[in-house]
Structure formats: structure tokens, C-alpha cells
């Protein structure tokens, strides 16, 4: 098991005052099988007239708010502390094939039976593409073992693609990112998404951090850490199972979840609507740093 | 003359009548083999014994009078040259049974209650999808199913407040649902309208036979309304949510809000603090605590819903979450606005109601299941397609070419959950007048649902509407075309019930009197600002065209000067520079009459008396709720003077007569306002903002008159004529004789308190109304704008007519211009100290999002 303390801090700077915003920020870890989070704790400045917490419809934990002071600055902090266990061994080989997901769907349980429904069709900001579905082809031969097949596309996707910072923003649209064969890792998570999708298999999206190691011989920078994304799919005889396109592997021990969606759009970490503002300039420091480290047999 | 010679009596009216029918059809009026008029319709053709086309040519001209003056017209956004797409009413109502109507009410209520089941399931348990009732795609692929409203409930065990069922009667007699509306449905209102309109129109038929009354069922609305507070709470505010004047069914959301008392507002009016939504108003924020919406879902709260969405409240779902207001229809409910839902109802009443379902829909195949898309694919040309969502739009395969009817199926094959191929049921026909001509058309019946205290009350009529072609694929306007009133008939009179009885053990409902919100409060401000505007201008162009006219080869050198000045003058009051000022002046003034029709009729033209008037209109539009019906029929006057001043006779004689008709127009708008209008906040703004305009203009227009030290005669030409514009001359001669002195002209023009054209009489009641308004801080101390106008009315008080015409050494009249100024600057920073103190100066909103998700270069990852 891993013990990570994560913080993460955004903050907005804008060129007017804003009079006043109302938010909703999915930024604390939430608790899977796997997965504790110990605690999570958000801290706003200016402080909010009024804050709010829930979990949604995916699970995912929702911290709202509201300012209604007068404000330039925007600050929003927050300290977790997640534990993870190291995941099962799976064999890509003895997974079943592909092709007979529908069939052997009634091994998972009702809830799941159902929600598998959610991940299957296209969603706002995955349509369907028939350009993803031509790249996913060559993954998906017939009667290929469905892990091998996701773990075949993940490793296509890393080489295919470069990964660009600055090529594609929150709107690029998914057909830019798979004509240009370039963008971060969201866009990856949703070609991979689209590409599962368009088999017929079901896909989530996963929004979350990974433990980054320094570059040898040097020490870890702090802030050097950022959210990342990913995607899950769904394996009937197993459950939710982690790919990273972006990293060419499957999600262990080091990838803590923070949210779980559709796509982006259900797991935006800090969304809001600001009265005033003018222009906003944006900085995200993230940290994640290993408390424990232990092992089991 | 048509070939074939007019029925004259109701018989042979009706036996052409008969001709037209067609042997197969079911028809509402004539039935049976033998075809004889049903009984529900005997007392109608008894009552109109004369059933023929004179019969119900007046009527029918009433009709459309009532509508058009009511403002009952979908899309009335009046822009300048568009005609407005208005509204008929057949005078000839549907007529049913009351036998018939309590079977198909029994059916409605049932199935507004399964409507609820299914909405309380699909946003609780989930229960249908668990248990196989319905398919998932059906939900989830739905844009109308909310995530974020999931596990959100009001406090109360129905949640559906609201229904409305779309029906149409088969040609066996059956009635048949076509669609479900949930969101927000519209037309209840209509059906109220046409109702009113037809005791106006046939005031004997409606007194003698004896239909089911409407307003129960509105009452029973406001009841239902009522129950959403908590018991607890000993005070309940109640909401019309608009999109606004924009929106095509604007003018029922104002109706509504008129008749069910309840304050019409917009997004921006609203506010969310502390988890609960407050009302921006001119006393301060106020709570609100039951929402009527007549917004869709998407747009209510751009942080959870539709992100762009310009009419929403931010945070409103949290605070429906909260429970701290109740929204109805609940957000989420256009899930059930699904035609898929329909091939499913028999099965989700077996599971949800245990019951059988009572009103079958058309027939309907919703192609998520292959065999059904099988089925649809290969009876396409005698089907109807439509997307699961999509607010009622349809394809017709059968008026498609073979390609589109490709491109369709390739669409469908693609997304085939997202499709429903439906039948088009052969329809009954009703009897419609057309051109004077009696003749079958195709109906199909609204019918509207509210829930009251455990159950579901339906309305006893409802708003027919009439397809507007008789052949094959027809097609209902969402918008416009004709209606007709529905009457239920019954056996006994309805009990009238006009005002609010107290529901037993219910909430007493806290009235929003003197409540306003700052957005109405700012367009009635407005209304005042542009109708004065509107007169102004009308005024001074009137009097320039009488100097026009009375020009001849004798004019003097004066004459001539003065009407420069004037003409000037107008270009400087309206702010349409450069019109008649600039270098060529000269020339523009000695052919004044383009730049005056183009300051008359140029709509597009800012400061034009047409740009004016449609800005006036936009704005007493966007208040509808607030005027009275008498009021209403004046804007309506003004917006057809408008319609006239567009295109202008050549002639200046004319268009002075219909600047004569305008004045006497606006008079009677003014004169009503004062009349029919509660003289609280709302008024008081509207009056200040006509006062603060009119002092403006008179300013701008002596300033112009008397800044340059013209020679006597020209000044004496020109006191007359600003007697004559302000309507002071008769008086003025009364008073001084004909002795025309400055001073006698400034005494009655600035300083006379009696004199409701004078600048003094302007300033004072301005003072007035300034203290009536709410003070938000409850000081010992005058407010802003208190000391503002105190200082200016102060300076008005010590200066005397005598002081105001002494002239200096160059002749100018320094002590007036200055005073002038003086007041013109305090005025502008009157109107712009009211602005932020009362007005909800919303700021552009805009969407945060957090920054694309990134992490460091994958190869910086030891894997």
C-alpha cells in the first residue's frame, strides 16, 4: 500500500475586480475499492459566503461555493491524503476476447450491468467518430483478448501521437487531436475513450495525479507535479481497470483517482461563473510526495 | 362573386358543411352512419341560429382585434419593419361531451400521474432500468437526463407539478396522445385568453350554455403552488421565471404572471446567497421561495446545466438541493419529453401503477430494439420520424426524395437509440372557418395538468389547434395559425370562484406589493425616458412643420432665421448631429424636408422618432405584466402609428396629422399610467424617468433658442414658437395679454410650479418622487439623490424671472444659460446616481474553467 500526500493550488489572478462568483470544484480524491482517502481539505480565499459538499452522480466528490466580496485573486488550496493499494496482477493474454463482452456482461453485478450503459454511448465532449473507430480497428482483430486489445491501443496511441502541451485546449475538438496526431494527455484519455466506445466497449474517464520520480540524480523540484487524466475500461469478469495512453501503461499503485466521468466535462476540477474579471491569468502548483511505503505479501 | 351562391341560412350552411366530408372520416360535429349533428353541439347551433359566414364576420373581426390589441402574438419583438406573426381564433369553438371529456380526464390524470412515477424513478431509483422496464440507452442517451439533478427532490411527494398531453382523436373515435410536454409546457395561458376573448366575442352563446369554467383549474394551480413551502414557513414568494421578451411564448409568461398575481422575473433578477435564492429588488433582496419556470432545463444554472446559458441563476440547483426553493417543473423533467418513453408506457404503468394504461399514444417504434428498427426502416414512408430529443422537430420520409430518405436511414442506423419512427394516425376533423367557408380540418387538443394536494386537476377545455393543410402529411405550427377555445359542456353551472379563498390549513401567501425587481424598475424608468423622448421630439417637429408651411415668398428674413434655429434646435435636442448643423447648414435648412422625414421614419437611426418608439416599445414590453389591459391597447395604438410613420406621406400635412394622432396617443398612455397604475415604486421610476427626460429636452431646446443673442424680432419669433411647443401660449396670453415680453415667456416656461410644461414644475415633483423611492440606509441624512435635486430645485427657487433675463454687456443672457447648465448636469448625474443605486447593473458573466489537464513529459516517468 501507498500513502501520497497530494496538494494541489489554483489560482486565479484577474485584471478586474470581480463583485462576485459562485463555483464548483471535484478536486478531493474519492474512495474506490482500492482506494482511501483519509482526508481532503479545501481551502478558499477569499473565504466563501457560503460552501456546499455532495457527491454526484459519478461518485465524485463536490465541494461548491460562493464569494460575494469583491475580489482580484482567487485562491483555492487543497490538501489530501490518499492511500492505495497495489492492484491484482491481471493477465492480458487470459482475459476474454473483445468480441464477447456483451456476453459475458452478466458476471458483473446489476449496478454495474447497468452503469456499463453510461460509458457506452457517446457523451458531450466524446461524439462519436468514425475517424476513431477506423484507428481503434487494427487493436480490435477478432477474438483478440479484450486487456491485450486496450493494452495494444494504449501502446499505439503513445507512439502515434506526440504529446504537445500547448497544441490543444479544453474545446479542441477530438477530431483535431486524431487529424494531428499531437496533444496532452486528456486528448489521449478521450481518443482512447472514443476508440473503446466505438467498439462497443464500455470507457470511463478518470481524472487524478501520478507520482512522478525527479530525473536521475536529481532532487524533486517542488510543484513539479500536475493533475493528469486517463482512462478506464470495463472488464466484466474483473471490473474497472486503468490505461494511461499518455505513460504506455496500465494504472497502478502510483495513479491516485481524484474524479471519474463520462469524459472531461463531468470531472472539471474548478468550474465557476465570475461576474467581472476582465482577464484571468492561471497557475496550478501541484505536489505529490509519498508518505509510506509498505509492502504485502 | 364566387360561382356558387352563399349559403344564407344555418342549414344550408351546414349541409355544405356535410359535402366536404368524407365518407371514412370521424368529424366532431356530424356523426353515425346516418350523419346527424352530435347532441354536444345542438345548444352551440341552436344558439347561433344565423350558423352562417355574416354570423361570424364580426366576431371573428372582434376576434382578431382583442388579439392583436392584447398583444397576443407569438414572437412580438417588435423590429422595426417586421411584421408580426399573430394569432387567429376560429369563433367556432370544439365542443365536447361531458361524458367524453371525463373518460379522456380520468386518462390524463392517469397519466400525469405515471408521468410523475417516472420522473421520481428515474431521478431516485432507477427502478425502470434496473428491472428491464426500460431500456438504458433510452435515459442516458437523452440530453433531458440531468445528472446533476440526480437524487434532487422538492419537499413534497409529487413532483411533477405541471403537465400537459398533446391529443388528437382517431378517425374510430378514439383520442390518441400525439406527445408529452413537461418542462415548462406552454398554452395554458392561450386557452385562458381564448376563453375571454369568446365571452367578449359570443357573449349570448357563452352566457346561455353551460360550459365547464377555466379558472378552477387555476386556482387549484396557485394551491398547488402554495403547498410547495414547508408548513413551517409563515411566509411563501412566489416567481414567474422568464427567458424573456425574446422568447416566442413571452406574452403568455405575462399573462400568466398578470393572472396568477405572482412578479415576472428574469435570470438576472435573481440571485443566489447563502444557499437560498433572493430577488434583486428596488427595496433590497428579498427571498424567493417557490420558482414557476418557463425557462427550459439547460438554461436555468450556468454552473451546473448548460454552462452558456445567459438566463440562468448560478448556484440555483444548489439551492434546490437545499431545499430552500422549490423550482416547478422540477430541473430535469425534459427526460420525460422523450417519444421513445411512449412504445414503453404500457409496461412502465404495468410496473409503476400496477395499472393498465387508460390513453394509448400513437403508435410509436423506438429504434434502440432491432426489431423495431427493422420495422421502421422498412414501413418507412408511412412513418414519422423523430429524434428522442429535439423539441418537437420531425422528419417525413414520405415528402423526402429517395436520397434524403437515405441519408436519413444512415443517420438512424448510426445512433439508432436516438430515433422513434411514429404512425400518423388518421385524425378526426372539427369544424373550422376558413375564408367564410365552413370547412373539416384536422385538430389536435393541449391538454393541461396541474398537481393540488395529492392529486391531478385537469383543465375542463384546453387550446384545440388547427393543422394548417387537409391533405396526407400534415404538419402543426408550433407557433401561430389558428385556435380555437374547447368547450367541455356540463350539466350544471360551475361555481365562479373570483377571488382567493384561503386554503384550509394552508400557508396565507405573503403579497409582493411595492416589491419590484430593479430590472422592471429600470425598464419602467426607460419607458418614461423614451415615450417623453417620443413627445419631445413629436412636439418640436410639429411646430417646425407649422413655420414650414407658413412660409411663403413673404416671409421675412426673421421668419426664416427663426425656423433655422429651430430646425437646429432639433437636431441638437434629438442628438442627431450633424443633421441641421455644420457647414452646410445653410443649404440643409432651405430644403429641410429629407433630414426631417429621415428624423421621423430612419428606424435605424439613432434619435430618429422611429428608433425612439420602437425603443419604447421593446422596453414597455419587456414589463408586459405590468400594464393594464386598457394601457396595453394604447402601446398597441402607438405600435401602429409606428407602422404608419414608416412610410410617411409625402406630404408634410399628412404627417403633421399623424404626429397629431401620435401626441394625442402618447397623452393617453401617460394619462392612463397615472390613472390605472398603483403610484408605488414602479410608478414613481416611471414618472421620474419621464420628468428627468422632459426637463432635459426643454433645456436642450431653450439653450438652443436663446445661447446666441439673436436680434429682437428672431427672439420674439422664437418665444412664440417655444410657447406653442410647450402648449403655454394660451396661457401666456391670458396672463400677460399679448405683451411678450423674456421675462413673462421664462417666468411661465422656467420657474412657473403651476405650469406642467415649465422647467420649475419638472424639478419639483422630481423632488417628490426622489422621496418616496425606498431608502436603503435608514440615515438621518438626505440620500444622493435627495441632495442632488434639492440643490438644483434650490437654485430654480432664488432665481427670479427678472434675474433670468437680464442680459450682459454682449447682449447674451448669461444668468439663464447658466442656471440651464447648472440644471442639465445635476439632472445627468441624477440619472446616473439613480442608476446605481436602484437598477441591477448585472455585470458580463463569465465561465471559469480550470486548465486543461497536463502533467510532465512522459518520459521524465521511470515506468
Known sequence: MNTFRITHTTRYVYTDPVSRCHNEARMSPMNLPHQTCAFSKVHVSPSPRSSFQRIDYFGNNVFSFDIHQQHQELTISVISEVAIDKPCSLSLENSLPWDQFTEHLEQANKHQQLMVHEFILPSPQIPQSASAKDYALSSFTPGRPLLDAVNDLTHRIYNDFKYEPGFSSLSTPLETVIEHRKGVCQDFAHLAIACLRSMGLPAMYVSGYLETDPPPGKPKLTGADASHAWLNVFIPEHGWQGFDPTNNQMANERYIVVAQGRDYADVTPLKGVVYGGGHHHLTVQVDVTRTHSHTFN | ?863
Open chain 2, 1 to 863: 362573386m364566387t360561382s356558387t351562391t352563399p349559403p344564407q341560412t344555418s342549414d344550408e350552411w351546414l349541409q355544405q358543411y356535410r359535402q366536404h366530408l368524407k365518407p371514412e372520416f370521424h368529424d366532431e360535429m356530424w356523426s353515425g352512419e346516418q350523419l346527424s349533428i352530435k347532441p354536444a353541439w345542438q345548444p352551440l347551433i341552436q344558439q347561433l341560429n344565423s350558423l352562417s359566414p355574416s354570423a361570424f364576420h364580426k366576431p371573428r373581426l372582434e376576434a382578431k382585434r382583442l388579439l392583436q390589441e392584447n398583444g397576443t402574438t407569438y414572437n412580438v419583438h417588435s423590429q422595426a419593419n417586421q411584421s408580426l406573426r399573430s394569432w387567429q381564433l376560429d369563433p367556432l369553438p370544439l365542443v365536447l361531451a361531458e361524458n367524453e371529456w371525463q373518460n379522456l380526464e380520468r386518462g390524463l390524470q392517469q397519466r400525469a400521474l405515471l408521468f410523475d412515477c417516472i420522473l421520481q424513478d428515474l431521478y431516485g431509483e432507477r427502478r425502470l432500468l434496473k428491472q428491464n422496464v426500460i431500456p438504458p440507452e433510452l435515459v442516458f442517451a437523452h440530453p433531458g437526463f440531468q445528472r446533476p439533478c440526480d437524487q434532487v427532490r422538492l419537499a413534497l411527494s409529487h413532483q411533477l407539478m405541471h403537465f400537459a398531453v398533446d391529443i388528437a382523436r382517431g378517425a374510430d373515435g378514439q383520442f390518441w396522445v400525439l406527445a408529452d410536454r413537461a418542462q415548462n409546457p406552454s398554452g395554458a395561458g392561450y386557452a385562458l385568453e381564448c376563453r375571454m376573448i369568446m365571452n367578449r366575442i359570443i357573449p349570448e352563446a357563452m352566457r346561455s350554455i353551460t360550459v365547464h369554467r377555466l379558472y378552477h383549474f387555476f386556482q387549484s394551480w396557485r394551491n398547488g403552488l402554495q403547498a410547495l413551502v414547508s408548513q413551517h414557513s409563515d411566509e411563501a414568494r412566489i416567481v414567474v421565471l422568464t427567458p424573456g421578451p425574446d422568447n416566442d411564448t413571452y406574452y403568455e409568461h405575462a399573462y400568466l404572471a398578470t393572472y396568477l398575481g405572482y412578479p415576472l422575473v428574469q435570470g438576472d433578477d435573481l440571485t443566489v446567497r447563502d444557499g437560498k435564492v433572493w430577488l434583486k429588488s428596488l427595496a433590497g433582496l428579498q427571498r424567493v421561495d417557490i420558482i414557476l419556470r418557463k425557462t427550459d432545463d439547460l438554461s436555468c444554472d450556468p454552473l451546473e446545466l448548460q454552462q452558456d446559458s445567459q438566463q440562468g441563476v448560478p448556484g440555483l440547483l444548489q439551492a434546490v438541493r437545499n431545499q430552500t426553493v422549490a423550482i416547478n417543473n422540477p430541473l430535469g423533467s425534459s427526460i420525460l419529453e422523450n417519444p421513445g418513453l411512449l412504445a414503453f408506457l404500457p409496461a412502465i404503468a404495468k410496473n409503476l401503477l400496477g395499472e393498465t394504461l387508460q390513453l394509448p399514444a400513437v403508435g410509436t417504434w423506438w429504434c434502440g430494439q432491432k426489431p423495431a428498427l427493422e420495422h421502421v426502416l422498412t414501413n418507412f414512408e408511412k412513418l414519422v420520424i423523430k429524434p428522442i430529443f429535439g423539441n418537437g422537430s420531425c422528419y417525413y420520409p414520405a415528402l423526402m426524395t429517395a436520397e434524403e430518405q437515405q441519408q436519413l436511414k444512415d443517420k438512424i442506423k448510426q445512433m439508432p437509440y436516438f430515433y422513434v419512427g411514429q404512425q400518423q394516425p388518421q385524425l378526426a376533423t372539427t369544424p373550422t372557418l376558413i375564408n367564410d367557408e365552413l370547412l373539416p380540418r384536422y385538430y389536435q387538443l393541449r391538454t393541461f395538468l396541474v398537481a393540488e394536494g395529492g392529486s391531478y386537476v385537469a383543465l375542463p377545455g384546453g387550446l384545440t389547434r388547427i393543422a394548417n393543410n387537409n391533405e396526407g402529411w400534415f404538419q402543426w405550427q408550433t407557433n401561430g395559425g389558428i385556435s380555437k377555445d374547447t368547450w367541455i359542456l356540463s350539466h350544471e353551472v360551475d361555481r365562479p370562484i373570483r377571488l382567493q379563498p384561503m386554503a384550509p390549513g394552508g400557508v396565507a401567501v405573503q403579497s409582493y406589493e411595492g416589491i419590484l425587481p430593479s430590472r422592471a424598475a429600470e425598464s419602467l424608468f426607460w419607458v418614461g425616458r423614451y415615450i417623453e423622448r417620443a413627445e419631445g421630439s413629436s412636439r418640436l417637429l410639429r411646430t417646425i412643420m407649422d413655420h414650414i408651411n407658413n412660409q411663403d415668398e413673404f416671409a421675412s428674413e426673421a421668419d426664416q432665421q427663426c425656423l433655422y434655429v429651430l430646425l437646429t434646435g432639433l437636431t441638437v435636442m434629438t442628438n442627431t448631429l450633424p443633421g441641421f448643423t455644420g457647414e452646410d447648414t445653410k443649404q440643409k435648412c432651405k430644403q429641410p424636408n429629407p433630414e426631417l422625414i429621415s428624423l421621423v421614419r430612419d428606424s435605424e437611426r439613432v434619435g430618429s422618432l422611429a428608433q425612439v418608439l420602437a425603443a419604447f416599445l421593446h422596453a414597455s414590453f419587456s414589463v408586459r405584466d405590468l400594464w393594464s389591459s386598457d394601457t396595453w391597447r394604447t402601446i398597441d395604438d402607438i405600435d401602429d402609428i409606428l407602422g404608419q410613420l414608416y412610410c410617411p406621406p409625402t406630404d408634410l400635412g399628412d404627417l403633421q396629422s399623424c404626429l397629431d394622432e401620435l401626441i394625442t396617443t402618447i397623452m393617453a398612455f401617460t394619462g392612463l399610467t397615472a390613472e390605472s397604475m398603483p403610484h408605488e415604486s414602479g410608478w414613481y421610476l416611471f414618472d421620474l424617468g419621464r420628468r428627468i427626460e422632459r426637463s432635459l429636452l426643454q433645456i436642450s431646446l431653450t439653450q438652443s433658442c436663446f445661447s446666441q443673442g439673436l436680434d429682437d424680432t428672431v427672439e420674439h419669433l422664437l418665444q412664440e414658437a417655444l410657447l406653442v411647443n410647450n402648449e403655454s401660449l394660451i396661457t401666456h396670453r391670458r396672463r400677460y395679454r399679448s405683451l411678450q415680453q423674456m421675462e413673462n415667456t421664462l417666468a411661465l416656461l422656467i420657474l412657473d410650479e403651476t405650469n406642467p410644461r415649465a422647467l420649475a414644475y419638472q424639478i419639483y415633483r422630481i423632488q417628490r418622487l426622489i422621496d418616496h423611492l425606498p431608502h436603503r440606509h435608514q440615515q438621518r441624512e438626505y440620500s444622493a439623490e435627495q441632495r442632488i435635486i434639492l440643490a438644483t430645485a434650490t437654485r430654480l427657487r432664488l432665481a427670479t424671472a427678472n434675474m433670468l433675463a437680464q442680459r450682459g454687456e454682449d447682449g447674451q443672457l448669461h444668468v439663464l444659460i447658466e442656471l440651464l447648465e447648472a440644471c442639465n448636469s445635476n439632472l445627468l448625474e441624477l440619472a446616473n446616481t439613480l442608476h446605481h443605486t436602484y437598477f441591477s447593473h448585472t455585470e458580463q458573466a463569465q465561465q471559469l474553467t480550470s486548465m486543461s489537464a497536463e502533467i510532465a513529459m512522459p518520459n521524465e516517468v521511470n515506468v
